[in-house]
């Protein structure tokens, strides 16, 4: 039992959580593998109605360092936005409920944050089909605000925050946070929001995350019902606000 309480953590890892049972445990192990151990991790629970909730519960009772909140469902874009409200480290870095991490993930990229007083730290990541996995390369080329946002449209296949580790600092001095309602795109929409700030990036060409992708699985990608095609819509409106 980790029972440590931790004033001033190094990173807040926020972790949006519905009804995620299948792999919840999957992930959060991954999290309490990681050999920095100065972290705290914001388990969101966002109205699960299977047991992801109690499993939530579960960690946070024999690891002072999960929080669990528990809210009404209201979408990946409220459910962030409670972590960054709540989280109280130096650096944030958010990861989804089904995917995981390798155990240096945290460590490598705070040391890299620190050596080069980095606002933003990028890296590659894995994805993970089946027993199958490949390196996907993440480099921006020009670490300059206008490319990494210009990247994330071309040469960055994936806007996501899983990916980046983020001064905390960076979302409370400019007034930024997840939109509630914002439910597809949220994270490369906060990304842009944030790059229209003055931001020194890095970039550590090294995979950590492992992105995971079921084959049999309906994802936002691929659904074209009614509601996801307004969601997109929406998305790409308020994309077009902060692009260059």
Same mark, same amino acid.
């Not at 874009?77 to 155990?103: F, L, Q």
């Not at 309906?218 to 994309?239: C, G, P």
């Given at each position: 039992?980790?029972?440590?309480? &931790?004033?001033?953590?190094?990173?807040?890892?926020?972790?949006?959580?519905?009804?995620?049972?299948?792999? @919840?445990?999957? =992930?959060?192990?991954?999290?309490?593998?990681?050999?920095?151990?100065?972290?705290? =991790?914001?388990?969101?629970?966002?109205?699960?109605?299977?047991?992801?909730?109690?499993?939530?519960?579960?960690?946070?009772?024999?690891? %002072?360092?999960?929080?669990?909140?528990?809210?009404?469902?209201?979408?990946?874009? %409220?459910?962030?936005?409670?972590?960054?409200?709540?989280? %109280?480290? *130096?650096?944030?870095?958010?990861?989804?409920?089904?995917?995981?991490?390798?155990?240096?993930? @945290?460590?490598?990229?705070?040391?890299?944050?620190?050596?080069?007083?980095?606002? &933003?730290?990028?890296?590659?990541?894995?994805?993970?089909?089946?027993?199958?996995?490949?390196?996907?390369?993440?480099?921006?080329?020009?670490? *300059?605000?206008?490319?990494?946002?210009?990247?994330?449209?071309?040469? @960055?296949?994936?806007?996501? !925050?899983?990916?980046?580790?983020?001064?905390?600092?960076?979302?409370?001095?400019?007034?930024?946070?997840?939109?509630?309602?914002?439910?597809?795109?949220?994270?490369?929409?906060?990304?842009?929001?944030?790059?229209?700030?003055?931001?020194?990036?890095?970039? !550590?060409?090294?995979?950590?995350?492992?992105?995971?992708?079921?084959?049999?699985?309906?994802?936002? *990608?691929?659904?074209?019902?009614?509601?996801?095609?307004?969601?997109?819509?929406?998305?790409?409106?308020?994309?077009?606000?902060?692009?260059?």
């Amino acid at each position: 039992m980790y029972d440590r309480v &931790m004033m001033n953590p190094k990173i807040s890892i926020v972790v949006a959580v519905f009804n995620s049972e299948n792999y @919840l445990t999957r =992930c959060l192990d991954s999290i309490k593998r990681q050999s920095l151990e100065e972290w705290e =991790c914001l388990l969101i629970d966002d109205g699960s109605t299977d047991s992801s909730g109690r499993i939530c519960d579960d960690y946070a009772s024999a690891d %002072s360092r999960f929080k669990v909140f528990h809210k009404e469902n209201g979408g990946v874009g %409220s459910a962030r936005r409670v972590g960054i409200d709540n989280a %109280s480290g *130096t650096y944030s870095i958010h990861i989804d409920a089904d995917d995981w991490v390798e155990p240096d993930m @945290l460590s490598v990229l705070y040391s890299t944050a620190v050596r080069e007083d980095a606002d &933003m730290v990028i890296c590659d990541y894995f994805e993970d089909i089946g027993n199958r996995s490949r390196t996907i390369r993440q480099d921006p080329g020009l670490l *300059t605000n206008k490319n990494v946002i210009r990247g994330l449209s071309h040469k @960055l296949p994936v806007g996501s !925050c899983w990916n980046k580790l983020i001064r905390l600092d960076c979302y409370k001095k400019h007034g930024l946070n997840f939109t509630d309602g914002i439910d597809f795109g949220e994270d490369r929409l906060m990304l842009h929001r944030l790059l229209e700030n003055p931001m020194k990036i890095s970039y !550590c060409p090294q995979a950590f995350y492992h992105y995971v992708r079921y084959e049999d699985k309906q994802t936002a *990608t691929n659904d074209y019902s009614e509601s996801m095609v307004k969601k997109k819509i929406q998305f790409l409106s308020l994309v077009a606000e902060y692009s260059p």
